[in-house]
């Protein structure tokens, strides 16, 4: 019992339950559609990912092909899908954590945080 003799109102809360989690799968939405891009090599190498962390596109400049040395572009191809991925992971924090944190805390289930 809440000192007073007032109990929560079960509607109220359930209601704001149901908003927060509107919320959250229209901000999840519109990170699936949000492109974020990341570079390596001073951009001879540019990923793009969704904010959701899904890949979509990679542009490699053709001064980073050496046939002779493929390991260094497979790096820089590494570092900018990586470079990619910590934006999207700081934008899903940006956009979701306030809300992941109003559905009672400790992160979402496949989210970063």
């Known amino acids: 019992m809440i000192p007073g003799g007032g109990q929560p109102d079960m509607q109220q809360l359930l209601q704001q339950a149901q908003k927060m989690q509107q919320d959250l799968a229209a ?7 949000t492109p974020v891009e990341g570079s390596a090599g001073g951009g001879l190498v ?4 969704t904010g959701a962390g899904e890949l979509k596109g990679l542009v490699i400049d ?3 092909v050496d046939p002779e040395d493929t390991e260094t572009l497979a790096d820089l191809v590494l570092a900018a899908v ?3 991925n910590a934006s999207a992971q700081a934008l899903q924090q940006e956009k979701l954590g306030p809300l992941a944190q109003g559905l009672g805390g400790g992160g979402m289930p496949g989210l970063p945080f």
């Open 62 to 64: 053709p001064k980073a």
């Open 82 to 84: 990586r470079d990619a």
């Open 27 to 33: 901000a999840q939405e519109e990170l699936a559609e």
């Open 46 to 49: 540019k990923a793009t990912v």
